[in-house]
């Protein structure tokens, strides 16, 4: 038997974590690539969406280098994720590859069927399932802390690309790291040495929160990287999504029944959407309303093509950025995305921004 | 007495009467917007959200041609129609959309339907409407009874043949004795991309002069589409979906027609993967094919395929017809 997974940002490195630590033999996809998305695309439904080809891509690439189990999170819901395994567990069929889904339901009870799960995929006691699980807990949080930091740094640079390269330095070692206590000392290293990339402290970056659908904001490669582009025009990004957030929310917080997730979000969105639409439709209305609240110059919605719940979004996010005065550039990727147009609509977007703040600031000079 | 708006679009199609019927016996009354037209079109493409599916642009336009006439609004929130399983997000978000994109409205009557999560909150959200109306629970209770009435018998003519219009309407034209066909289609979809005539660019009437005799899902019954969905697959968690798949393998496992044809609207989320399933499960086995459709698409690209797809089957019969023949004169 050897697992895979789809690529979903650095999520590989904590994922491949949990299976070696549980004696499983893994198998990485390799890094979602032109190539990929090809593979994807062609046996995909035309009207799927971006992530359902890009994870097909993943599986089609794992298969032909041996892998036959496959692992991903399932579920019932609005959105079409839930229905992502049922569909292309059909079309891997027709092509003939063996496959096994090894499928996590996500709708409830995470954590549990998490466990169970991973129990039977590798006959362990769930002692050491927990343990497996605990480690790859671990890297998640120590990954998302250096994004995190990685996003202050990079504005802020003197030189060029310097900060992608030491964040990139310190995600090979962190490949290599096998226990709790070496991703801890990695992960600090690298936050050290983020820190230590040479700023210029009189820099006032722009400030733009990056919203929309869970898989595009993480995954760089469905939008050119967005953040580093944005990143070396001098904007500092801030992201609301990230995997560590989700974890405590649907493995623990719901294990004590407490439903606090995005409550705030929600409730600025009220006014203008009312109800969760599934995905985080709700969450892109409330987090605008929220950033715009808190000063950010402005908000970028990435969401794949055809996406449900942001669609949804979209149809208020004007009148948000009306009422709140916060300039919202919305995003929708396919497979068809150009790098080219891609850039010079980001700098525009950037441009605009750069103009309105120095008007801004002028007036209130006056 | 108030007047209130109901928008001939999406599931228009699939509970006008219980609404009518509904409203009516809180004496109230009830004005439908005009059958789809071009200007309808237009104003709704100019509301929604480019990118968004043509039924949401369509129910858009249809608001439109309402605000003006009517004192309230009636775009329910249908969030699940019936445990673990939901509707599309879209259709969650509509009333809010709805505000989002058409100004000048008169009140939305925004009545929740959650039978999944908020079975509380979907029975007091009607009490609620019916205090904003000025009737007391027990009005609202018998006015609910009669609506249900009348969708019990909708469902009763459209399980006896009639088209959705017919149903609605409550008369059926006295016709002679139906002709014989030369074959016969299922037609499965959401029935707002088919019944709307304007929109779907008449397809039922195109098929129908073809010489095909044309079914629905909803000639099956309910809790039967349910069950024979599940030998698809298990999972199908939106119950519009779920209609279309029972449907599919129904006459997949009867034969009781010669093909079957999938109409989705491009852009619809839940569709662009069920079709997929059902058309990869059925595609080797009876003649189907899948018409993905928007506000582009033109009457002669539908008609091409039409004929196409109907003349394959009347081949593919005939060549049975004569191999059997053939068979038989041998024996």
Known sequence: MKVTFPHMGTLYIPLRLLFTNLGLEVVVPPPISKETMNLGVRHSPEGACLPFKLTLGNYLEAAALGADTFFMAQGYGLCRFGFYTEVQQKIMRELGYDCNMALVNISQNVLQNLLRRLKELSGKSYLQVLRAVRLALVGIKVLDDLEKLLYKVRPRELRKGESTKVYQNTLARLERASSVSELRRVGSEGLQELAAVSQDPNRTPLRVGILGEFYVVLEPFTSSDVERRLGEMGVEITKYLYPSDWVSFHMFMQLFRIFKEHKSAAEAARPYLAYNVSGDGLQTVGQTILCAEEGFDGIVQLYPFTCMPEIVAKHLLPKVSDDYRIPVLSLGLDEHSGNAGFVTRLEAYVDLLNRRKSLMGREAAK | ?331
Request: overall charge neutral; aromatic content about 8%; glycine content about 6%.
């Open chain 2, 1 to 331: 007495m108030a007047k209130v708006g109901i928008p001939r679009a999406l599931f228009y199609y699939d509970y006008f009467p219980l609404w009518q019927a509904f409203f009516e016996a809180l004496g109230h009354q009830v004005m439908v917007s005009d059958a789809t037209n071009k200007g309808i079109l237009e104003d709704g493409i100019k509301r929604a959200v480019d990118e968004t599916c043509l039924p949401v642009k369509l129910y858009m336009g249809h608001v439109q041609n309402l605000r003006d006439r009517v004192d309230y609004l009636f775009i329910p929130r249908l969030v699940s129609l019936e445990e673990k399983h939901f509707s599309c997000p879209k259709f969650i978000g509509l009333p809010d959309m709805v505000r989002g994109c058409v100004p000048n409205l008169p009140p939305i009557l925004d009545v929740l339907v959650d039978l999944t999560d908020n079975k509380k909150l979907t029975r007091s959200s009607l009490l609620e409407l019916g205090k904003l109306l000025g009737a007391s629970p027990a009005q609202v209770g018998g006015a609910y009874q009669a609506g249900l009435q009348a969708h019990r018998s909708y469902r009763a003519r459209l399980k006896q043949g009639w088209s959705h219009e017919e149903g609605i309407r409550g008369s059926r034209p006295e016709t002679l004795a139906e002709p014989e066909n030369l074959l016969r289609v299922a037609l499965l979809s959401h029935p707002y991309n088919i019944c709307d005539s304007w929109a779907s660019n008449n397809l039922m009437g195109k098929l129908k002069r073809m010489g095909a005799a044309v079914t629905t899902a909803d000639a099956l019954s309910l809790g039967y589409l349910r069950q024979k969905a599940n030998t698809l697959s298990e999972q199908i968690y939106w119950t519009f979906e779920k209609k279309l798949a029972g449907a599919a393998m129904h006459y997949l496992e009867t034969r009781e027609v010669d093909g079957i044809i999938l109409v989705m609207a491009f852009e619809c989320g839940p569709d662009s993967l069920v079709t997929e399933l059902i058309e990869r499960e059925v595609r080797d086995k009876l003649p189907v094919m899948t018409l993905c459709m928007d506000e582009h698409t033109g009457e002669a690209g539908i008609m091409t395929r039409l004929e196409a797809f109907v003349d394959m089957i009347v081949r593919q019969k005939s060549r049975q017809e004569a191999a059997a023949a053939k068979e038989w004169a041998e024996a």
